[in-house]
């Protein structure tokens, strides 16, 4: 194990970039829970992000090979935790998705994400040959979709959908072939219908509909994406001001310092605030895509991407919800919403990233 | 290169292989940097559209969202009686109103259910106001007076996500006396109807305003009608209230003190109870109103406000027309009332001297028909006839006269016109003369007509506010002042009769003689009060329809007037009443009595030589908002 690093090495780019959304969101908890019953929910988030450091700096300490190691030892016990969770979990919001007591609760899908990277990460850079093997694919679709249905069945479909895309574009960089991906596809096609009849709930067919066509159900599922998108135009150009958006402020929007935040802050910020605020992703994003670049080995590379992959799909299916552009499926915004679970587990991954890039030089 | 690692390899050579392979994914990774860049620009085009291409859209509707205007409504001015005390006032209550910025006619049903409205009358409301082209921000108002009950029912859902378009509205809600107490005289108030808004009379009135629709609530209602306001107000998804963007107060509508006093309309109102007819008290010497009661009364209370209830038809179907103000409105014959008229006009006109006399043997014949006196009087002169009401007397004066210097009398004390009193709907009655007989009848005028004429039968219709105002300008000497309920306001000048003050003296002494001197108006007498009056007892009937071969109804008895003034000298007061069906004017003459009584014995209380409106604070007529419940020259 290399035991010397320089501070110098650390990925302050990132540090800056995270400390910069996380200041953005903090900022708009604070606007968006005003006079609310959640009004401390600035602070507590700022004590999380705080907790959130000190977990990447554990994410950076320990070398990722011992935890991919670890991997398949993290993966049991994250099924065996979820598994859990129907037993002693918590219900909020009619899902079973937190574990813990009421004051200290955290949502374990979150770092299922995180096992999820480590496995596939694990996995695809075990394996030898320049494109992937029907059966290897297969029995890795199986991993994955183990949890993936477990956290389906909490119900929570927002998080089990954020696994596809570390599984997917790990498979795209371990190379497929063409076949597969036709007959994934087809696979795909034949099973949404059922899907959509059989696994969604009716209140997540009533999403795809409001989706679909918003103005059809206005007052029901439907209502969020209007009162988002009254939001966000409403902010135009410069943005209503800090506690002055009314779509905010009137609580028209719905969850706005969690799911909603983005809708929020672009009605407070508007325009120019979110060309920033997306920028500053973007910028996260391609730091982290670097690393990956830079990665000392396959798995390295994989890990990096695979959190890349799952922040970029965090970004697309929460913002373009915030637009009318996604359809209501309730993941949160990494960094900006309020929620201990979600930022732990997000400064983890990039303590993972960070981790790897420390290690590039090494041997 | 072989590569062939199995787990258990060491690590490092592992390394060594991988870390020579992590280049090979490099143009993959440059293809997921353009799928994120794609993403991105994506999501910078739904921004894009939303906050750039047509943002003025979504500030509107985020306007809608979050303001919402509220009617501040203007609370009616009081009305207060002579002494200052409050007749009508009004009390706090809470209104139910639809803001039309964010209706929704889908709601209608649940919100009609919610709060047991009818759902049909609802939805008829609610086009109309939509139909008027009403202002966007007024909204509309659906029940007043709500309970706790529906209060929280609209509580509970006024959410952005249920019924965002309920909105409570506090409103001063009329409050009328009990039991009717002066409801002909207020009158009451009612929302705008669409008839009404369709005249050029309430041109200025938007719908939903309430106003006065009858009485002193419709005759003033410029100054008691306040000017409403109205608040924008921004309010969160709950509906709650968050911040006030504007607020333009109402104007309270301003208090109005009538000439009425309390005092005597109670006493007036008791002497009626559960009789049908009318009082009316002046004071000659000004005309202003002191008291004005009309029987059967109805109470104001029960449609005071914007939706009437099932009452107002019960009321409006009453046979026996609760809602008619019959002291300005009952038009009958006067009867013998009409005798000191007569006897004034005899003596004007020349057709009977002081010495004139007759013989009464229980009646006459004139024109080959008798007509019948009530009794047998002997020898009656001038003093006598009027004393003993001798209906014999008057139809020989009746005779001697042209009908036209009847009417001509008749017309100068004010019968056969409006009094001008300021009420709505006042009746004129009729005079009969040549001229109205061609007009109404196409037919000559018969001489014989006189002789029924004479004793206030025939054609000759008055109200009892005509009554008391005749008699009580005969009474100050020939001078009629125009009767009013609301002080100094558009006063014609005072008329006077050019009669000669002698003969003027006889029919009052006359009048002192039928309730002092053993005439048929000795129930009026009072002691220690000089009082003056005349009976009266009318025929429902007139003689015409009985010719004609109508039949008398067994409940259609002769109507019992009593009119009086007092003192004799310098009188003060003068009370005219109509008990209909009475059968007799010695019958009414107790409650001309009863007021009179209460009219002096609250001069003595009180010490004072006059009467006289109280001196209100100025500030307390302009915009006050509370006056005490009593107050005044009652309690000092």
Redesign the interface.
């Known amino acids: 194990m290399p035991a010397h690093r320089s501070i110098r090495d650390f990925d302050w780019l990132m540090v800056i970039l995270v400390c910069a959304i996380c200041a953005l969101g903090v900022l708009q908890i604070f606007s968006a829970t005003r006079d609310t019953r959640f009004a401390e929910a600035w602070w507590k988030q700022a004590v999380w992000i705080l907790g959130g450091f000190i977990a990447l700096w554990i994410g950076t300490l320990i070398d990722y090979h011992s935890l991919l190691g670890q991997a398949y030892v993290f993966y049991g016990l994250a099924i065996g935790t979820l598994a859990a969770t129907f037993v002693i979990g918590m219900t909020a919001f009619g899902s079973r998705r937190w574990i813990g007591t009421a004051a200290l609760h955290l949502q374990v899908s979150e770092f299922v994400k995180l096992v999820v990277v480590l496995l596939v990460a694990r996995y695809l850079s075990e394996l030898k040959g320049e494109q992937l093997e029907l059966r290897d694919l297969l029995k890795l679709a199986g991993l994955v979709g183990l949890p993936m249905i477990m956290v389906m069945i909490q119900p929570d479909l927002g998080t089990a959908l954020t696994f596809v895309p570390i599984l997917g574009v790990g498979v795209f960089l371990a190379g497929f072939r063409w076949q597969h991906a036709v007959a994934i596809l087809v696979l795909v096609a034949v099973a949404a219908p059922i899907g959509y009849w059989v696994v969604l709930k009716d209140y997540q067919r009533a999403r795809v509909v409001s989706f679909l066509d918003p103005n059809q159900d206005p007052k029901g599922s439907g209502y969020q994406v209007i009162q988002s998108k009254i939001a966000v135009g409403s902010g135009a150009l410069w943005g209503r001001g800090v506690t002055k958006g009314t779509q905010t402020q009137g609580r028209f929007l719905p969850v706005s310092q969690k799911d909603f935040i983005f809708s929020a802050f672009a009605e407070e910020h508007g325009f120019v605030g979110v060309i920033v605020a997306l920028g500053l992703y973007f910028l996260l994003l391609m730091q982290i895509v670097q690393n990956a670049q830079t990665a000392p080995d396959k798995a390295g590379m994989f890990i990096c991407m695979g959190i890349a992959a799952l922040l970029l799909f965090h970004v697309l299916v929460n913002v373009g919800m915030v637009v009318g552009r996604m359809p209501v499926t309730g993941i949160p915004l990494p960094l900006m919403s309020s929620g201990g679970s979600n930022i732990v587990a997000m400064f983890l991954m990039l303590g993972l990233v960070n981790n790897v890039r420390l290690r590039r030089f090494v041997n | 290169m072989k ?3 199995g ?1 258990e390899d060491g ?2 050579s592992a ?2 292989l ?2 020579d ?2 280049k090979f ?2 143009q ?2 440059a293809f ?2 353009y ?3 794609a ?2 620009l ?3 085009t ?7 291409r ?2 003025e ?3 509107e ?3 809608e ?2 303001v919402k205007s509220i009617p501040v409504l203007a609370p009616r001015g009081k009305i207060l009686d002579r002494d200052g005390r409050v007749i009508v006032d009004n009390h706090d209550s809470f209104g139910l109103y639809l803001s039309r910025e964010n209706l929704k006619m889908e709601h209608l049903r649940p919100i009609a259910e919610g709060l047991n409205l009818d759902y049909e009358s609802l939805v008829a409301r609610v086009r109309r106001f939509q139909t008027r082209g009403a202002p966007q921000y007024e909204p509309i108002p659906i029940k007043e007076e709500l309970t706790p009950g529906e209060l929280a029912f609209v509580d509970s859902h006024k959410d ?2 249920t019924f965002p378009e309920l909105e409570v509205v506090h409103v001063q809600h009329r409050l009328y006396p009990r039991d009717g107490l002066a409801a002909h005289v207020v009158g009451y108030v009612g929302e705008v109807s669409e008839a009404e808004l369709n005249s050029p009379e309430f041109a200025n009135f938007h719908q939903g305003d309430v106003i006065g629709k009858d009485g002193i609530e419709r005759q003033y209602n410029d100054q008691l009608m306040g000017v409403d306001g109205q608040r924008r107000v ?5 509906g709650n209230e ?1 911040h006030v963007l504007d607020d333009k107060e109402a104007i309270p509508g301003k208090n109005l003190q009538l000439t009425i006093d309390l005092d005597l309309q109670a006493v007036a109102e008791l002497t009626l109870e559960n009789r049908r007819g009318a009082v009316v008290a002046l004071d000659p010497r000004t005309g202003e109103v002191l008291a004005m009661v009309s029987r059967p009364a109805f109470d104001p209370n029960l449609f005071a406000g914007r939706i009437r209830s099932k009452d107002w038809k019960d009321l409006v179907d009453n046979p026996a027309h609760p809602l008619m103000n019959r002291a300005i409105q009952a038009q009958q014959a006067p009867g013998s009332t009409f005798k000191p008229i007569m006897l004034l006009a005899g003596l004007e006109t020349g057709a009977i001297d002081d010495n004139f006399h007759i013989t009464c043997p229980g009646g006459a014949t004139f024109y080959g028909h008798f007509y019948k006196c009530w009794g047998r009087h002997g020898t009656v002169g001038l003093h006598e006839g009027l004393v003993h009401s001798c209906d014999t007397f008057f139809y020989n004066v009746g005779n001697r006269m042209d009908i036209d210097d009847i009417a001509h009398y008749a017309e100068m004390v004010g019968y056969g016109h409006k009094t001008g009193i300021d009420l709505p709907h006042e009746a004129e009655g009729i005079v009969p003369s040549r001229r109205w007989k061609i007009r109404t009848q196409h037919e000559k005028w018969f001489a014989g007509e006189n002789i029924s004429v004479a004793i206030g039968q025939g054609a000759t219709t008055v109200t009892p506010l005509q009554m008391a105002s005749a008699i009580g300008g005969i009474a100050i000497g020939g001078m009629w002042f125009q009767p009013h309920l609301v002080p100094e306001v558009h006063l014609l000048p005072a008329r006077r009769g050019e009669v000669n003050l002698e003969n003027v003296r006889k029919v009052i002494d006359g009048m002192y003689g039928v309730v002092n001197e053993g005439g048929t108006g000795v129930r009026a007498k009072l002691p220690g009060i000089d009082v003056c009056g005349k009976t009266g007892s009318a025929q429902l009937v007139s003689n015409g329809a009985i010719k004609a071969g109508f039949k008398v109804a067994a409940d259609m008895k002769d109507n019992a007037w009593f009119v009086g003034f007092a003192p004799r000298d310098n009188p003060e007061i003068v009370v005219a009443t109509l008990f209909e069906n009475g059968e007799h004017g010695q019958l009414a003459a107790p409650i001309v009595r009863d007021v009179l009584k209460a009219y002096f014995d609250k001069k003595a209380r009180l010490g004072q030589p006059q009467p006289q409106l109280a001196r209100l604070p100025s500030d307390l007529l302009q915009a006050p908002r509370r006056v005490p419940a009593t107050s005044g020259a009652a309690n000092q």
């Open positions: 590569l062939h690692l787990r690590k490092a390394n060594q991988l870390r392979d992590a994914a490099a993959k990774i997921f940097q799928l994120t860049v993403v991105f994506f999501l910078i739904g921004f894009w559209d939303l906050q750039i047509n943002p859209v979504y500030q509707r985020a306007l969202n979050s952005a996500n921004e309010v969160d998804s709950f968050r």
